[in-house]
């Protein structure tokens, strides 16, 4: 932050800060003559702004009813809504400054939320996450419960599967008396089986110096239960290395819970003392030491292949995101694991049957099977190149299938499939859908194609037909030519002629 402030200082700018830090440090140095929005008064980050372009200072940090869940916003990715379902939390731990900038616990109502994901539901939003500084602790303010509330939203969902829910972080302590409920909730067609669960430390003497509220057999007991009970479950956790206390004994006993479970993902991070908190007045592990463990037990997670036996399987998959690379969209199996197909754009936001290729360590590559949901309309469908269901997108149009072992043409190709792309539901001609295409394809690019597929078919005749034959048909192909090349011969001809005429008459004007 202090990097930020510097900057905009010297440029002479105007500065809004918003966010926990100045909610919960209010006095710091650092925030001396610049404006501040409070966490929940983010609705008035526009009043904010123009008051501070007019040379004033305004600071508004005062807590006041749940911000609205409709505020007007552009999402990052039109796919995905983060619905928040409470702020504030319900926990103490000594080392956190959410509880200073968010406040106790504060809870929407069932009804609210669910009338806004009917909403988002109907701006084609197709992964709605819940957010929360606790989920588990959700509705304990109001006289509800978590399970109540997912139920109800998941009554709302497409029931193809078409909008998916992904659930927020959730610490142990509030969970534990619905793990049942929760695994009803996490087995729904509608619901990604993953889950984040922090663990912090697996020393319980470290969690009872962070103030966590629950032992380390507490988290086991909410792990082994939801493996047990949701086929495919994935559980991310959280563990910070160095806390004020920590011996060799405490981090042994966290490294040895983590190559236990062996999780996919588990965020590590240093301790940090934030100001104003409990534990920034504990005695601090030395941070050589620190740093050391932080090294260690993230070498030891790096070392793990939690995808190993996913490879050959067929898995659905929700695809809303590009890769970086520019090449691959990503998509999430119910257990949310992310895997990386090559397919057109215009699958974005559609549901799609992949096969596993290969495995990586944080992900894995699939190959594109069949589509299950409708085309997105925000698409031009013209990137729809091939029929899914049929074969994997082909780099050059007339290239044999590679998934096919009988020479046929790709689906790419305007003759294959008597021109129609296979969809869910039936057929649809593409002589209908890309008038365009079809109207800009020229003669020669025709004949080309034909002569390469007939190329392709004399080749495979030729290895039916035996050593001896090819000798005689290829002698013979050197004394003749086939009906394409002559007319591709023809054509250049032409062309050639043609030229030189419009040469002659140009030079006698």
Not at 162 to 188: C, F, Q, W
Not at 308 to 333: F, P, S
Not at 344 to 363: E, H
Request: with cysteine; hydrophobic share 35%.
């Amino acid at each position: 932050m202090d990097t930020l402030l510097t900057k905009g200082r010297s440029s002479k700018k105007s500065l809004v800060v918003a966010g926990c830090v100045p909610q919960g440090s209010r006095d710091l140095k650092e925030l001396e003559g610049v404006s501040i929005v409070g966490v929940q008064q983010i609705d008035r980050v526009v009043e904010v702004v123009e008051e501070t372009l007019k040379g004033h200072e305004v600071r508004l940090l005062n807590r006041k009813t749940l911000p609205a869940l409709d505020l007007p916003k552009v999402r990052k990715n039109k796919f995905v809504e983060i619905l928040p379902i409470n702020v504030g939390c319900l926990g103490a731990c000594t080392y956190c400054k959410t509880k200073h900038a968010r406040g106790h616990l504060g809870s929407y109502t069932v009804d609210s939320l669910v009338g806004r994901v009917r909403t988002v539901k109907s701006e084609g939003v197709k992964e709605i996450w819940l957010s929360s500084e606790d989920t588990g602790a959700y509705g304990r303010d109001i006289g509800v419960t978590l399970p109540i509330l997912l139920n109800a939203i998941v009554s709302e969902l497409p029931p193809d599967g078409s909008t998916m829910l992904r659930i927020g972080m959730t610490n142990p302590p509030y969970i534990l008396e619905h793990l049942k409920e929760m695994a009803d909730v996490l087995r729904h067609p509608c619901v990604f089986s993953f889950l984040h669960v922090p663990v912090q430390s697996g020393s319980d003497s470290i969690l009872s110096a962070m103030n966590r509220e629950y032992t380390v057999s507490e988290f086991r007991t909410v792990v082994d239960t939801l493996t047990e009970l949701v086929p495919g479950m994935q559980i991310a956790t959280d563990v910070i290395c160095g806390f004020p206390g920590e011996t060799d004994e405490d981090f042994a006993q966290t490294v040895s819970l983590i190559q236990e479970y062996r999780f996919s993902q588990v965020h590590i991070s240093q301790f940090y003392p934030r100001p104003g908190t409990p534990a920034a007045r504990m005695k601090k592990v030395p941070s050589a030491v620190v740093k050391k463990r932080s090294r260690e037990l993230t070498s030891i997670f790096e070392a793990f292949t939690p995808y190993n036996g996913m490879e050959g399987r067929v898995e659905r998959i929700w695809i809303n995101e590009i890769a970086t690379d520019g090449i691959h969209l990503v998509g999430h199996t119910k257990g949310y694991v992310q895997v990386l197909v090559i397919a057109p754009r215009s699958l974005m936001g559609m549901s799609a049957i992949v096969k596993i290729t290969s495995v990586g360590r944080w992900s894995v590559f699939g190959e594109l099977i069949e589509t299950l949901n409708q085309i997105n309309d925000d698409i031009p469908l013209k990137e729809e190149k091939f029929s899914p269901a049929k074969c994997s997108p082909c780099s050059v149009p007339g290239e044999i299938c590679a998934c096919s072992t009988e020479p046929e043409t790709c689906a790419c190709e305007p003759q294959s499939c008597e021109g129609k792309i296979s969809m869910e539901g039936g057929s649809v001609s593409r002589k209908d859908i890309l008038p365009e295409d079809q109207n800009s394809q020229s003669l020669f690019k025709w004949l080309l194609r034909k002569r390469k597929n007939y190329r392709q078919k004399m080749a495979e005749n030729e290895t039916a037909l035996g050593s001896k034959k090819k000798e005689e048909r290829d002698q013979r192909s050197v004394n003749s030519w086939d009906l394409v090349d002559r007319i591709l011969l023809g054509g250049i001809f032409v062309s050639i002629f043609t030229i030189l005429a419009l040469i002659l008459h140009l030079g006698f004007w």
